[in-house]
């Protein structure tokens, strides 16, 4: 069993910049790619980014050049770099971790606001 734990998030201004973090604990096979995705305001939740262990990751084309996801595997903690921050971005982030790449299968974080509001 995996457990995740996120921190960060809040209220940004537009154009400003945020950092996720997400600690794992659990199962090595389980935390093989992490990733972040969010739920806007009426709107499914979706992916915004995921890395695999060996550092490959993948980027939503609505944050790339903004976002950056990385992850530290000695801590089995992730991270996301958020710059250039709009007001569509606000949503609630939440944290996956999963053995292949597929979230419905895997872990989920509690999640944690990110508001960018002026």
């Known amino acids: 069993q995996v457990q995740l734990v996120e921190s960060g998030g809040g209220l940004v201004q537009p154009g400003g910049s945020s950092r996720l973090s997400c600690a794992a604990s659990?199962?090595?096979?389980?935390?093989?790619?992490m990733g972040w995705y969010r739920q806007r305001p009426g709107k499914q939740r979706e992916l915004v980014a995921t890395?695999?262990?060996?550092?490959?990751?993948n980027y939503a084309d609505s944050v790339k050049g903004r976002f950056t996801i990385s992850r530290d595997n000695a801590k089995n903690t992730m991270y996301l770099q958020m710059n250039s921050l709009k007001p569509e971005d606000t949503a609630v982030y939440y944290c996956?971790?999963?053995?292949?790449?597929?979230?419905?299968?895997?872990?989920w974080g509690q999640g944690t606001q990110v508001t960018v509001s002026s």
């Open positions: 996956n971790v999963s053995p292949f790449g597929n979230p419905a299968v895997g872990a």
């Open positions: 659990g199962s090595m096979f389980s935390i093989n790619v």
């Open positions: 890395i695999t262990r060996g550092g490959v990751t």
